[in-house]
């Protein structure tokens, strides 16, 4: 069985008129491309879950390649402030870590992410299926449940002295507001 892969054209094949160009060229099963030339130096790839690949009937199975790609880092002038927030709840989405009056939280992914929003939009009430559109993705299958369990968690997180600054809006949602004496 053979993969068919994008490989650069060799330089002595193409004119030198002509643009760089690619073609697909059938590869051995065990034959490793030249595929970490042509990536970004800070990449990353690996073989993809067979079961997230398309299937045809009658072919054999196509192989795919995760590529994980670092996202640019902008100057730290044009960054700006590497935390947002407010007096109360700090973000730092660099080092991915949130606070509540200066005591660092132990949040896992999905806390980090749910608070950050919240805390990105302050006072602004957001639905359960705008928050797990948002906060979880479009693919989630998930309810606003998912939602209400994640706060709960989130609350006694910050502890019993700040838990009140996410609010809970009946009915529809949740909102950050963090206090008026901040």
């Known amino acids: 069985m053979t993969n068919l892969r994008t490989l650069p054209v060799p330089a002595q094949a193409a004119p030198s008129h002509a643009p760089h160009r690619h073609r697909l060229r059938a590869v051995a099963p065990d034959e490793v491309p030249p595929v970490a030339e042509l ?3 800070g990449a990353t790839w690996m073989p993809a879950p067979q079961h997230t690949l398309p299937s045809l009937p009658g072919q054999p199975p ?4 995760l590529v994980l ?30 606070s509540v009056a200066g005591r ?14 919240l805390v990105a939009h302050p006072h602004r009430v957001h639905t359960r299926d705008q928050l797990v559109t948002t906060v979880w993705g479009y693919g989630h299958v998930g309810d606003g449940r998912t939602v209400d369990v994640h706060v709960a968690r989130l609350r006694r997180k910050m502890g019993a002295e700040h838990r009140s600054s996410i609010v809970t809006v009946r009915r529809v949602g949740y909102k950050y507001a963090p206090p008026a004496g901040l």
Do not use: C, K, N, W
């Open 39 to 41: 990536l970004h130096p």
């Open 104 to 117: 660092v939280l132990d949040l896992t992914y999905l806390e980090f992410e749910l608070l950050a929003h």
């Open 69 to 98: 790609v670092p996202a640019e880092q902008p100057s730290p002038e044009a960054a700006g402030p590497a935390t947002e927030g407010d007096a109360l709840v700090r973000i730092d989405p660099e080092q991915r870590t949130a």
């Open 62 to 65: 196509m192989i795919g390649y």
